[in-house]
């Protein structure tokens, strides 16, 4: 590569209006030049960006490079450790310490378990929708309740509670709110867990907080822990629900096809979560010298992850920029790679799997009601990219 080797200057923010499911097109055009390209991240700070499937998906599985939050080189300011129970941004053995009890409950046995609940909510939400009439908005009546209620229902969260626990991860996940509303709406959701975990402490109930209490984890852990399940399990769910509804609306060969063959279903989750990859990017640490892709990354830079370049690689995919709902070639990375591989990947996998049939057969004559590019986005700054408001109509 030598003098060659492409360079972005800062992260691309701009998609395509009207058909926002391909990657900005800078990054598309990063993974052209070549798997990896000199990156400088906001601080100024030098890094690297990896584009392509196989360096992305080398990276996730080595030790070498850390998830450790107080660790990444980004901006000249030291960043501090993540709090206790928060494991997404740790790595061994402090990560074993909090992800292993909470293996064993979220099983595929156990999550498939779950079908019948799920597909309870979901009746439940498309008969509000139904009874509301034309137009709605999908995010709000369908796509945002129920990861909610069934996340909240797995961990314990009292039901008159989700409103405004949805309210505050929306604020601090949604990329849309300055620094105060941000650490507002995090210390709102702190304090809460505090007192949920205090709750659970004192009189358990049949969910996975009650359980983890009898564990020697801390009640700061347990807090922690509590964050990452809930915030994970209700905003990624629910942007793939929302981007999922309008990338099906806007390609009705697909959607025609996933109709009439019921079997197909599995097929299609898999491929929308390759295709759409709403979880954008993650970020690695190297601990030491690395080789990678031809270039050497010093211990100590911070490496920016691309997944939607990855699961859109033409040397891993063919055809990558097409839905295919009956592609074969499977591996996406949508759910990471690794140790930090999703917990909850299974139960997604079910919410999807029972929301997307339900809601086209409920609705078979199912449009946008506002044209393409007026549907609003969530910016690109968002750790989960989605729309904001999906309004669509049918035939009552």
Same mark, same amino acid.
């Given at each position: 590569?030598?003098?060659?080797?492409?360079?972005?200057?800062?992260?691309?923010?701009?998609?395509?209006?009207?058909?926002?499911?391909?990657?900005?097109?800078?990054?598309?055009?990063?993974?052209?030049?070549?798997?990896?390209?000199?990156?400088?991240?906001?601080?100024?700070?030098?890094?690297?960006?990896?584009?392509?499937?196989?360096?992305?998906?080398?990276?996730?599985?080595?030790?070498?490079?850390?998830?450790?939050?107080?660790?990444?080189?980004?901006?000249?300011?030291?960043?501090?450790?993540?709090?206790?129970?928060?494991?997404?941004?740790?790595?061994?053995?402090?990560?074993? $310490?909090?992800?292993?009890?909470?293996?064993?409950?979220?099983?595929?046995?156990?999550?498939?378990?779950?079908?019948?609940?799920?597909?309870?909510?979901?009746?439940?939400?498309?008969?509000?929708?139904?009874?509301?009439?034309?137009?709605?908005?999908?995010?709000?009546?369908?796509?945002?309740?129920?990861?909610?209620?069934?996340?909240?229902?797995?961990?314990?969260?009292?039901?008159?509670?989700?409103?405004?626990?949805?309210?505050?991860?929306?604020?601090?996940?949604?990329?849309?709110? &300055?620094?105060?509303?941000?650490?507002?709406?995090?210390?709102?959701?702190? &304090?809460?867990?505090?007192?949920?975990?205090?709750?659970?402490?004192?009189?358990?109930?049949?969910?996975?907080?009650?359980?983890?209490?009898?564990?020697?984890?801390?009640?700061?852990?347990?807090?922690?822990?509590?964050?990452?399940?809930?915030?994970?399990?209700?905003?990624?769910?629910? &942007?793939?629900?929302?981007?999922?509804?309008?990338?099906?609306?806007?390609?009705?060969?697909?959607?025609?096809?996933?109709?009439?063959?019921?079997?197909?279903?599995?097929?299609?989750?898999?491929?929308?979560?390759?295709?759409?990859?709403?979880?954008?990017?993650?970020?690695?640490?190297?601990?030491?010298?690395?080789?990678?892709?031809?270039?050497?990354?010093?211990?100590?830079?911070?490496?920016?992850?691309?997944?939607?370049?990855? &699961?859109?690689?033409?040397?891993?995919?063919?055809?990558?920029?097409?839905?295919?709902?009956?592609?074969?070639?499977?591996?996406?990375?949508?759910?990471?790679?690794?140790?930090?591989?999703?917990?909850?990947?299974?139960?997604? $996998?079910?919410?999807?799997?029972?929301?997307?049939?339900?809601?086209?057969?409920?609705?078979?004559?199912?449009?946008?009601?506002?044209?393409?590019?007026?549907?609003?986005?969530?910016?690109?700054?968002?750790?989960?990219?989605?729309?904001?408001?999906?309004?669509?109509?049918?035939?009552?």
């Amino acid at each position: 590569m030598g003098e060659s080797l492409h360079t972005v200057t800062a992260m691309p923010t701009a998609r395509q209006a009207g058909c926002p499911f391909d990657p900005p097109a800078e990054l598309t055009e990063a993974r052209r030049h070549g798997p990896i390209s000199r990156f400088t991240h906001p601080g100024g700070k030098p890094g690297w960006l990896i584009t392509g499937y196989d360096l992305v998906r080398s990276v996730l599985a080595d030790s070498r490079f850390s998830s450790r939050k107080e660790l990444l080189n980004v901006v000249d300011f030291e960043i501090p450790p993540a709090p206790p129970g928060e494991f997404l941004l740790m790595d061994e053995p402090q990560h074993s $310490r909090y992800r292993k009890p909470l293996m064993g409950r979220f099983t595929v046995r156990r999550m498939r378990l779950l079908t019948e609940r799920i597909e309870q909510v979901t009746t439940a939400c498309l008969d509000a929708v139904e009874k509301a009439g034309p137009p709605v908005d999908l995010v709000s009546a369908f796509a945002k309740p129920i990861p909610t209620i069934v996340i909240c229902e797995l961990l314990g969260v009292p039901y008159e509670d989700r409103g405004s626990f949805q309210e505050q991860i929306d604020a601090f996940m949604g990329g849309e709110t &300055n620094d105060e509303e941000l650490i507002a709406a995090y210390t709102a959701t702190q &304090n809460y867990l505090e007192e949920l975990v205090a709750a659970k402490r004192a009189n358990p109930t049949d969910d996975v907080l009650s359980e983890l209490t009898d564990s020697d984890l801390t009640d700061e852990e347990l807090k922690g822990i509590s964050l990452i399940l809930l915030a994970a399990g209700f905003d990624t769910t629910a &942007n793939m629900l929302s981007l999922g509804t309008f990338a099906l609306l806007r390609h009705p060969d697909q959607l025609a096809a996933l109709r009439a063959d019921p079997a197909l279903t599995g097929r299609a989750v898999e491929e929308l979560l390759r295709y759409l990859s709403v979880a954008k990017t993650f970020m690695r640490t190297a601990l030491v010298d690395v080789e990678l892709g031809g270039q050497t990354i010093e211990a100590g830079t911070t490496v920016v992850l691309s997944y939607h370049t990855a &699961n859109r690689d033409p040397e891993r995919f063919t055809d990558p920029h097409v839905l295919d709902l009956r592609r074969q070639d499977g591996g996406h990375l949508a759910f990471s790679h690794g140790i930090h591989q999703c917990l909850g990947q299974q139960l997604a $996998r079910v919410e999807m799997g029972v929301a997307f049939p339900a809601l086209f057969e409920r609705f078979p004559a199912l449009r946008l009601a506002v044209p393409a590019e007026e549907v609003g986005l969530r910016p690109e700054t968002a750790d989960i990219f989605g729309v904001k408001s999906l309004p669509v109509a049918w035939d009552a």
